[in-house]
């Protein structure tokens, strides 16, 4: 694992004031040297702030149907790892209620962080647009960073249709590479919004890192929204809706971007 990558998974700890002295020190060491990690540590520190703008008003809402499945569904995941952490999650997950857990302090803690920011995003997308642009944006520059390196491939479409199918469920239409709109489809992942997970499918548009979110069971109006030096533009199809998120100081992108809203369905 790289230094970079190191520091990017740690960020959300060290933004909510929750590692030990020494490594939040060689944290800010590395981000005084690396520009890149340091504009993701400030992007992170931003999706805090509105968490925390928001969680006064919305502290009284009640809590979105499934996020406690959705919470227990990310403790069978964390199991899967190795070790006794991992066997310990595994005992959470399946055999007990997770309210009624002791025995592992840093699972509960992270589980609640989940479920809190999980409950505040998923609330607040639903009223704004913009925080669901802001989220979504946040993410699109996080995994680019550390999921996409500059000479990844060319992918089969119908290969990672196949994925996302296997591994999640998602019976969802990748549009595939188009070299006459100059666009490369390079990867899709799993990641996580207000709503619980959703497909992130990864393009490259002449060297420009572009992004197609698709969110099942939401709809929103159609919208272009600038956020975090991004635009985001929003449109829904059926029970979907889609959120292609590319940098607002890039090329021409007009034929990209049609063809990403024409192909996604």
């Known amino acids: 694992m790289s230094e970079c990558q190191r520091i990017c998974e740690r960020l959300t700890a060290y933004v909510d004031?929750?590692?030990?002295?020494?490594?939040?020190?060689?944290?800010?060491?590395h981000l005084h040297a690396c520009p890149p990690c340091e504009r993701a540590a400030r992007e992170e520190s931003g999706g805090r702030a509105a968490?925390?703008?928001?969680?006064?008003?919305?502290?009284?809402?009640?809590?979105?149907?499934?996020?406690?499945?959705?919470c227990a569904a990310l403790a069978r995941a964390h199991a899967e790892g190795d070790g006794s952490e991992a066997r310990a999650g595994a005992v959470v997950a399946t055999t007990m209620p997770w309210w009624r857990v002791r025995f592992v302090p840093s699972l509960l803690v992270?589980?609640?962080?989940?479920?809190?920011?999980?409950?505040?995003?998923?609330?607040?997308?639903?009223?704004?647009?913009?925080?669901?642009?802001?989220?979504?944006?946040?993410?699109?520059?996080?995994?680019?960073?550390?999921?996409?390196?500059?000479?990844?491939?060319?992918?089969?479409?119908?290969?990672?249709?196949a994925m996302l199918a296997s591994r999640y469920g998602w019976d969802v239409h990748v549009p595939p590479s188009s070299p006459a709109e100059g666009i490369k489809l390079i990867g899709a992942r799993r990641c996580l919004y207000g709503e619980g997970t959703m497909p992130h499918v990864m393009y490259r548009v002449n060297g420009d890192d572009v992004s197609l979110y698709i969110l099942k069971g939401t709809t929103h109006d159609a919208a272009d929204i600038q956020s975090?030096?991004?635009?985001s533009r929003m449109w829904s199809k059926g029970a979907f809706t889609y959120v292609l998120v590319t940098p607002s100081d890039a090329g021409e992108l007009t034929p990209a971007v049609r063809y990403v809203m024409r192909e996604a369905h």
Do not use: W, Y
């Open 110 to 161: 992270a589980l609640l962080l989940v479920f809190t920011a999980s409950a505040v995003f998923s609330l607040a997308t639903r009223r704004s647009d913009g925080l669901l642009a802001a989220q979504l944006t946040a993410d699109h520059v996080k995994c680019f960073r550390v999921f996409a390196p500059p000479n990844a491939p060319d992918l089969d479409a119908h290969q990672v249709e």
């Open 51 to 70: 968490l925390r703008h928001c969680a006064s008003r919305l502290r009284s809402e009640a809590m979105p149907p499934g996020l406690r499945t959705r």
């Open 228 to 231: 975090l030096g991004h635009r």
């Open 17 to 29: 004031g929750t590692l030990a002295v020494e490594e939040r020190a060689g944290i800010e060491r």
